[in-house]
């Protein structure tokens, strides 16, 4: 920590310095060879026409400019795919992050009992494999054969095709989403609340507080940093839906569930125009970096209020 | 009398909480509980309507037939290699690099810390289609280096390693130092014991990180023979969607790994998310 404590010889240079770099450089190098690099040549790339004779040969790669971002803009399934993902992120992640919270509430509430027990049972579809459990809710969701038209069906509700109609499949989706994700929102919001001090509530009940304005005027404003980080994080998380359309409908039907990353991974790795799709992966990179600095700056606007 | 309405208010509130957090429950678990009985159902025991709950006699023909007709014991062990070999490279890679950002100095290291964690904001999708090329290049298509390299460093990774490794105190590493200890041995004999409980966790991220992963090895494992299990199963999926019993035959496969390791060391799970949804 200080000068004196250095072992004699080691001058000026501070303890471990060329230890340090034998200590973070394996790491460095492969941070640099699996993303950083290809990063970079993610951004080169999306500015050639990489396609299938690129991959047979390079002397067939040309430099077009912007092309690929301009074809883009003109590509209607590229369109539908923007509008579908921005139809998960908005309506999905919402109302996964208020059942989150809903959840962390009722765990969090004085009365819950066995809280250890709901804790595991409603954070275990997190840890599952997104392909097993889409299988699943494939299953859950047919329209002959699955148990919830089945249980709708005995509150009178007619039998919905929900992965078969363009209108039901992305709301299936978004329903699958909700359930497999919900527990981590729910874990973080729940350690929110526990740093909450309790003697504000105290006060609150002294004033006569009612529950609902407690929730209003402390749970609320305390959990603002931790709405902040969640919001973010699943907003990111639902810009990159893939494996849910490619399980559960193959984008379908009539493109209704073709996500950005869909399009993505169609172009790139079935039609092998890696340049063109080098470009989608870009796009949805702004997106998200937008979406995460439009949230930053609402919330400093709001913190300001 | 307003005491005895006030108890009697609380435990109609207890009712209506414990029973909501029992809905929320049953909800979240029952498409897990209902996938394991129809994996035991008979073939074509689930292609009814209304849809059995429970099979009328349990059978392991799903299971036989996932692993002779589908020979998905291949796709288990390779996903039980990859788990495995990329959990013992983020350990390899990210434990030394967490720590020396947190306890060593040396040039640059704020402006490289910064850099990282500039770089968690970009997805990973964006780096595939050239690292695909460039393993291409080097002949590491269809091969489990191709579908490792990812896992070799995380930002994620060094960052939760630092974030446990700031508590270490300077004085425990400075005592170490003046009595002539290397910093490889400070390293093996100080940090390591005590970092134990953040190297669990890392450990069970990568190892879900990398079971549970799919556009990686969909995109770079191009022979079905070498495809990892959630692959193999999407392809199962596709191609025989009636095959119910079968098919929750291998999600049981698939999932019951992961549920188990997770219901096991759950601690160390959730204190990672905690860890790492906290600003560094």
């Given at each position: 920590m200080t000068a004196s404590a250095r072992a004699p010889g080691s001058r000026a240079r501070p303890p471990g310095a060329r230890a340090a770099w034998w200590f973070v450089s394996p790491a460095l190098l492969a941070l640099a060879v699996s993303f950083a690099v290809p990063v970079v040549a993610a951004l080169a790339l999306s500015f050639t026409d990489f396609d299938i004779y690129g991959v047979a040969d390079r002397g067939n790669v040309r430099f077009v400019g912007w092309d690929n971002y301009r074809r883009l803009l003109e590509a209607p399934l590229f369109w539908t795919a923007l509008r579908n993902t921005l139809y998960f992120v908005l309506v999905g992640a919402p109302l996964s992050i208020a059942v989150s919270l809903g959840a962390a509430l009722l765990l969090n509430a004085r009365a819950a009992r066995a809280r250890a027990a709901f804790r595991t049972a409603l954070f275990s579809p997190?840890?599952?494999?997104?392909?097993?459990?889409?299988?699943?809710?494939?299953?859950?969701?047919?329209?002959?054969?699955?148990?919830?038209?089945?249980?709708?069906?005995?509150?009178?509700?007619?039998?919905?095709?929900?992965?078969?109609?363009?209108?039901?499949?992305?709301?299936?989706?978004?329903?699958?989403?909700?359930?497999?994700?919900?527990?981590?929102?729910?874990?973080?919001?729940?350690?929110g609340l526990q740093a909450i001090p309790a003697d504000l509530y105290e006060a609150a009940r002294v004033d006569g507080a009612s529950r609902v304005a407690q929730l209003r005027y402390i749970t609320l404003p305390s959990l603002a940093p931790t709405m902040l980080l969640v919001t973010i994080l699943t907003m990111v998380g639902y810009f990159q839906l893939f494996a849910e359309p490619y399980v559960m409908t193959r984008g379908g039907p009539a493109q209704s569930t073709t996500s950005v990353l869909y399009f993505m991974y169609e172009e790139g790795f079935k039609w092998w125009n890696l340049g063109y799709a080098s470009a989608v992966a870009f796009v949805l990179f702004a997106l998200m970096l937008a979406g995460t600095l439009a949230q930053l700056s609402l919330a400093r606007r709001w913190s300001r209020l | 009398m307003s005491a005895a309405r006030a108890r009697g208010a609380r435990r109609g509130e207890a009712w209506i909480i414990n029973g909501a957090l029992?809905?929320?429950?049953?909800?979240?678990?029952?498409?897990?509980?209902?996938?394991?009985?129809?994996?035991?159902?008979?073939?074509?025991?689930?292609?009814?309507?209304?849809?059995?709950l429970v099979p009328a006699a349990p059978t392991l023909a799903g299971y036989r037939e996932l692993f002779t007709r589908a020979d998905m014991a291949r796709n288990l062990v390779n996903s039980l290699g990859l788990a495995v070999a990329a959990t013992v490279l983020s350990l390899a890679f990210n434990v030394a690099a967490g720590y020396a950002f947190a306890k060593l100095r040396f040039a640059g290291r704020e402006l490289l810390w910064r850099l990282l964690l500039g770089m968690m904001l970009i997805p990973a999708q964006v780096a595939m289609i050239p690292l695909f090329l460039m393993l291409k290049e080097a002949g590491f298509v269809n091969s489990y280096i191709g579908v490792l390299v990812p896992s070799l460093a995380n930002v994620f990774g060094i960052f939760l390693v630092r974030q446990y490794a700031l508590a270490i105190p300077d004085e425990l590493l400075e005592a170490a130092r003046i009595d002539g200890a290397s910093e490889l041995r400070i390293f093996r004999s100080i940090v390591l014991p005590v970092l134990r409980p953040i190297l669990v966790t890392l450990a069970i991220f990568a190892f879900?990180?990398?079971?549970?992963?799919?556009?990686?090895?969909?995109?770079?494992l191009t022979d079905d023979a070498k495809q990892t299990l959630p692959v193999a199963l999407a392809a199962l999926g596709r191609e025989h969607a009636g095959d119910s019993e079968l098919m929750m035959a291998g999600a049981v496969v698939t999932i019951v790994p992961v549920l188990v390791l997770f219901l096991a060391l759950q601690r160390y799970y959730i204190q990672g998310l905690l860890a790492g949804s906290v600003k560094g």
């Open positions: 997190v840890v599952t494999t997104v392909v097993a459990v889409a299988l699943i809710w494939r299953y859950l969701l047919h329209t002959r054969y699955g148990l919830l038209n089945d249980l709708l069906g005995r509150f009178g509700i007619d039998a919905v095709d929900w992965l078969g109609d363009p209108a039901w499949s992305m709301p299936a989706m978004i329903l699958f989403a909700i359930w497999k994700n919900f527990g981590t929102n729910m874990i973080i919001f729940v350690a | 029992l809905g929320a429950a049953v909800v979240a678990v029952f498409p897990l509980l209902w996938m394991i009985s129809v994996s035991l159902m008979a073939p074509g025991e689930a292609s009814t309507a209304p849809p059995p879900l990180g990398s079971w549970n992963d799919f556009l990686w090895p969909l995109i770079v």
